[in-house]
């Protein structure tokens, strides 16, 4: 209980305090918006340049830490996949799209926050090295799989710049790739730049959290209920349950464990349904998903927490 109160429910108060203040229209849409903007294109991109500019790369980057992760991710995208196409009969083009939802966890903006506030910064360290090739891996496994099945035809090479060019528009992953350049050149960060990152990077996840809240506002329950309830359990249920056996066979420490697991348990993230309006597949289950699955995540997460102790 008491980790309910102190590292889960402060930051699902934070996420409330957003949807409360749009849904009473004491913030505006447009505000919410423009915060998005700022957290999503600057804030966040500047902590994860940071942070992994930092990184005892050789120290941090331990393989078992991310076969353990990327085996969960896997497996849920593989689920919903299949579960999508033979268990609710959706199109090809919808079932990624639903197992892109039980793929890509809410890592930065849920996973993070949780994960600093459970454990510190020991197991913060292994969060950032599975968050360095999150967006890489589940946009490339998604974007690759949703071409294949769009167009049985599609050559490797315009395949590759498609799948290139979709995941190094993203402002994270342009923040992660400079701080990798940073942290393997050796370069020293003059003081002055030091300091207006770290300006930036405490703004980073308190906006993004708040601004999370009036986004999932928009997101209102409706239909496909079953369908949503199959990606709450893959996301929440399944994806973990699978990094933590890996994890545990694979003899991870404990802080590493910690990392993965949880972020294996944290609800998709609005990634989710950003990927699914590319498409224009299964929007209203990524929509619905989101919402629901953040909300089951307060329950859930303080069961992990439990059993990772």
Known sequence: MQALLTVILPVFLVIGFGYLAVAAKWFSDAGTDAL???TQTFA??????????RLDLSGVFEWELLVSFYSGATVGFVAGLLGGRYLFGRSWQDSVSIGFCCLFSNSVLL?????????????????????AVHSVYCYGLGITVMEVVRSETRRPLPLIRTVTRAMFRNALILGIALGFAVNLSGLPLPATLNDALEMMTRAALPAALFGLGGVLVRYRPEGDLKTVLFVCAVSLAAHPTVTYAVGSLLNLNPNALR?????GAMPPGINTFIFASMYGAAKRVAATGVLIATALAIGTVWIWLQVLG
């Open 36 to 38: 998005m903007k700022f």
């Open 111 to 131: 996973g993070l926050s949780i994960i600093d506030r459970a454990y510190g910064a020991a197991a913060l360290e292994a969060a950032f090295a599975i968050v």
């Open 44 to 53: 966040i991109p500047c902590l994860l340049f940071s942070a992994i500019a």
């Open 259 to 263: 990392a993965a697991v949880l972020t």
